[in-house]
């Protein structure tokens, strides 16, 4: 599934992971670390023995360190939300399929159609619609 991760996904640093071809890797870190600060090393202090090389691997932490590094960095968590808002609302198929597709729940997936107004079409209207109401 992350292959549907493209890199306008990714919020922050991941972002930069995920735009020079590390989107899997970017996954990997919001999934371990995200929500938290973590040492990013400079680029001549990358080893292979880091907690980090260990998640993302020696390429990917040495494109994060040359970019990021030194210093604590606010890894993100996940994916940002109104990309991922955005492939919901344009997945033509049902709530199950967008959610098996694109790796969320279907309760996500039913929560954002339904903000949207576009909720699914088998849902019949129970009270009609309130504007027309006389």
């Known amino acids: 599934m992350s292959e549907t991760f493209t890199p306008e996904y990714f919020p922050g640093l991941l972002y930069d992971l995920a ?3 590390y989107a899997k890797e970017a996954r990997a870190l919001a999934k ?4 938290g600060k973590r040492y ?3 680029l001549d202090h990358v080893r292979p023995t880091s907690p980090l090389v260990g998640i993302i691997g020696l390429a990917a932490t040495r494109v994060l360190a040359e970019l990021h590094g030194p210093g604590h960095k606010l890894i ?10 955005r492939e919901i609302l344009n997945h033509p198929g049902a709530t199950r399929a967008c959610a098996r597709d694109l790796g969320c729940t279907e309760e996500w997936v039913r929560r954002v159609r339904l903000r949207r ?5 088998r849902q019949g209207d129970l009270f009609g619609d ?3 109401a006389s």
């Open 117 to 121: 107004g576009q909720g699914d079409a």
């Open 19 to 21: 735009v020079r071809g």
């Open 32 to 35: 371990v670390w995200g929500g």
């Open 76 to 85: 993100p968590r996940a994916v940002g939300e109104s990309a991922l808002m």
């Open 40 to 42: 990013i090393p400079s």
């Open 130 to 132: 309130p504007t027309s």
